[in-house]
């Protein structure tokens, strides 16, 4: 199957002398991780469907040190945060969009120290923009009337205080939005924040993505919906430990407008 | 003979105050002994958050029960020092309800006082059940046994001490009052304490001045006491809420501190003109190269070691903690419990030394051990449960710091990813150049 997305790199702008819009930052998972490569697609998709003038920095795209800085690895973090900047700089990039609450907070919060200063957002930000602007539409489809909870991705709710972008999706989705019983500023982590992702737990009795699965499975949800590659892989692990992945999908919140629209 | 009572009172409160400053004064000493950290901007925006969240309480409501429990118990605090302020300027002058010339306001102060004095003590009792009756988790974790446990008790039964003194004290003036007892005119209103009378119906003048001289002397001496015996207890939040909600984190939860050493360094090493075989500049020759992270104490900054006595165990932050509710070492409170013991020790250490001398000890390993510090998964939880501002997430990351960059010692997998990120620029062993492929992978 041939999707026939259309992925401008920066450089390729560069060379014809242009300049987008927003700049795509896809992030190491969204490159790498089979699961999440899928989400870049969905999010592309979409951009294309609208035409969004958009590009991405391709094989200059380097980790933003998110791991390493949480790791406690501050001269690793900033090493790639400056190699980062000098890149966003050079191509004198303003405004950013990333599919990565990790990135995203990385490059919003902790880049402008370093030189680095741009407009930031979380794909479900940018796409709660867009459909305000009137240039997404939105609708139901396969997800009409199904019960969906959301999983807060901490390092966008908690951490950067954005609740509201991907519940407004959903709800324009026409789903039954359930929430569980610890969300928005007292959401639960999937347990792969801090580096975590990247190493096994300490021992104790359960694994964090397991309890977090378990709370969200008590809402009885048709879906689970997530922003965040990472948050993904972890409910996807959970939901399969709990022998329901044949029932309940976990999906990005862009991959549900994707489908719902036909894309 | 007639102003003994004054003179030992004088004595009395000369003590408990000149006590109190001498500990506030340690306090501030180990509070300074921390790394300085620039806390002098914004200071509207710290003012409003500390009316906010301090003065107003309002993180203490997102649990409703405990937080309006709370709020009954700080209003009465709070408001019967008004009170106090008489009571200690009767004791100095040897007056009896010096404010009593105010009439009708003064009955309504009164009458104020004792509804709140029966408000905190219901809510203290209901306080003492839920930690010693119904068992709530967060106050029966691992860090909780001996003396935070205790702790936590003493500060009940006092307040229960102290307001039954207060009412017994009101329930027998208002009984003299009606006798016509000599120094005893008619003052205050006593909707609470008017139902104790019973308890002293039939007792001659005499007897019941012994038990209002004496319930009046019990409590006074017992908020000296209690005074002073804040600074050994989790009970210095009630001072020290507000200044460290005032120097708390204004910005995101997610922005984690900016190291300007390490920026210097960076910035050097991407220089294309840099020469990496130059002399150090004359002034930075004989600059000791600072420590990363934290492995003491004393390596914190003054606003984390503020916090650590500010902290008043209430666990909030632990229950929320992802780590901990799936079992895991890690206890946020505990990090803060910690870093106050291991303050308090290097404290003691400096006040019979008069400087410190190595006692062989750290925070970490000897107070924090290394798994609690991997276990934090950095999801902000415990920063934003915290209902006075407290980030124990900034201790995690300033230890896990001098792990990775003092000691190398990460967890292995760990470092593996860190060599990923610096050879392939990703997390894990793909290729910079493989960052495009997915356009064309089904």
Request: aromatic share 10%; proline share 4%.
């Amino acid at each position: 199957m041939s999707e026939n997305l259309k992925v401008p790199t920066m450089a390729s702008m560069m060379a014809e002398d242009k300049k987008p819009e927003v700049l795509f930052w896809v992030g190491c998972a969204g490159s790498f991780d089979d699961r999440a490569k899928k989400i870049t697609k969905a999010f592309v998709k979409i951009l294309n469907n609208i035409g969004v003038d958009f590009a991405v920095l391709g094989t200059e795209e380097s980790c933003t040190g998110d791991p390493a800085k949480r790791a406690g690895n501050e001269f690793l973090f900033q090493m790639q945060a400056a190699t980062n900047i000098e890149v966003l700089n050079a191509y004198e990039i303003k405004k950013i969009v990333t599919t990565c609450p990790h990135c995203f907070n990385t490059i919003k919060n902790e880049y402008p120290a370093l030189g680095g200063n741009y407009e930031v957002m979380h794909h479900t930000q940018f796409l709660k923009k867009l459909l305000d602007e009137g240039k997404l539409k939105v609708e139901g489809g396969q997800f009409k009337g199904k019960r969906i909870t959301f999983h807060d991705p901490c390092y966008l709710g908690r951490a950067n205080g954005e609740y509201e972008a991907p519940r407004e999706l959903l709800r324009k989705l026409d789903v039954e939005l359930v929430e569980m019983k610890s969300c928005k500023s007292r959401g639960l982590c999937c347990g792969a924040g801090g580096a975590q992702m990247f190493k096994d737990a300490e021992p104790g009795n359960k694994e964090v993505n397991i309890h977090r699965t378990e709370e969200a499975l008590e809402t009885k949800p048709e879906a689970i919906a997530a922003g965040c590659p990472f948050c993904n892989t972890m409910m996807t692990d959970g939901v399969k430990n709990k022998e329901k992945q044949d029932s309940i999908k976990v999906y990005d919140v862009v991959e549900m407008i994707a489908e719902a629209g036909d894309l | 003979m007639e102003y003994i009572p004054q003179i030992l009172f004088i004595v009395a409160l000369a003590f408990s105050v000149w006590f109190f400053a001498r500990n506030v004064g340690r306090l501030r000493r180990n509070i300074l002994l921390g790394k300085d950290v620039d806390k002098t901007d914004n200071k509207p925006a710290r003012l409003n958050k500390m009316i906010r969240v301090a003065l107003g309480q309002s993180k203490m409501v997102t649990r409703p029960i405990a937080g309006f429990l709370h709020i009954l118990i700080y209003v009465g605090f709070v408001i019967i020092n008004i009170e106090v302020l008489e009571i200690i300027l009767d004791g100095i002058f040897g007056t009896h309800r010096l404010f009593a010339f105010i009439g009708p306001v003064y009955d309504f102060l009164i009458g104020s006082f004792e509804i709140l004095a029966l408000l905190v003590l219901i809510s203290v009792i209901f306080f003492w059940t839920r930690r010693n009756i119904m068992k709530i988790k967060r106050f029966w974790s691992k860090e909780m046994k001996g003396w935070p446990k205790n702790d936590a008790n003493n500060i009940l039964y006092f307040e229960v001490i102290l307001m039954v003194l207060f009412l017994t004290m009101n329930a027998t003036d208002y009984q003299l009052q009606m006798n016509g007892a000599e120094g005893y005119a008619e003052a205050g209103a006593f909707p609470v304490s008017q139902y104790l009378l019973p308890l002293f119906d039939g007792l001659s003048n005499s007897t019941l001045i012994a038990i209002e001289r004496t319930a009046w002397w019990a409590h006074i001496l017992g908020i000296f006491f209690f005074l002073n015996y804040l600074y050994y207890s989790k009970h210095l939040h009630i001072l020290l809420a507000f200044p460290n909600v005032y120097y708390s984190k204004l910005t995101s939860n997610g922005q984690f501190a900016h190291n300007e050493t390490v920026a210097k360094e960076v910035k050097m090493m991407m220089d294309p003109d840099a020469d990496p075989y130059a002399m150090p500049e004359e002034d930075a020759s004989d600059e000791v190269p600072e420590k990363f992270g934290a492995s003491d104490a004393t390596d914190l900054n003054w606003f984390q070691l503020l916090s650590a006595y500010t902290c008043t165990e209430c666990g909030r932050c632990t229950s929320e903690c992802p780590a901990n509710q799936t079992g895991k070492k890690l206890s946020p409170r505990k990090i803060m419990m910690d870093t106050r013991d291991r303050l308090e020790e290097i404290g003691e250490n400096i006040n019979k030394n008069g400087e410190f001398k190595d006692d062989g000890k750290k925070l970490l390993d000897d107070y924090i051990t290394r798994e609690e510090l991997w276990a934090c998964t950095t999801c902000n939880a415990c920063v934003e449960a915290c209902p006075v501002g407290i980030d124990p997430l900034s201790i995690i990351m300033e230890m896990r710091q001098y792990l990775v960059m003092e000691e190398s010692a990460a967890p292995m997998e760990l470092n593996n990813a860190m060599t990923n990120i610096e050879n392939n620029a990703a997390p894990w062993p793909y290729n910079q150049q493989d960052r495009l492929n997915w356009i064309n992978e089904n």
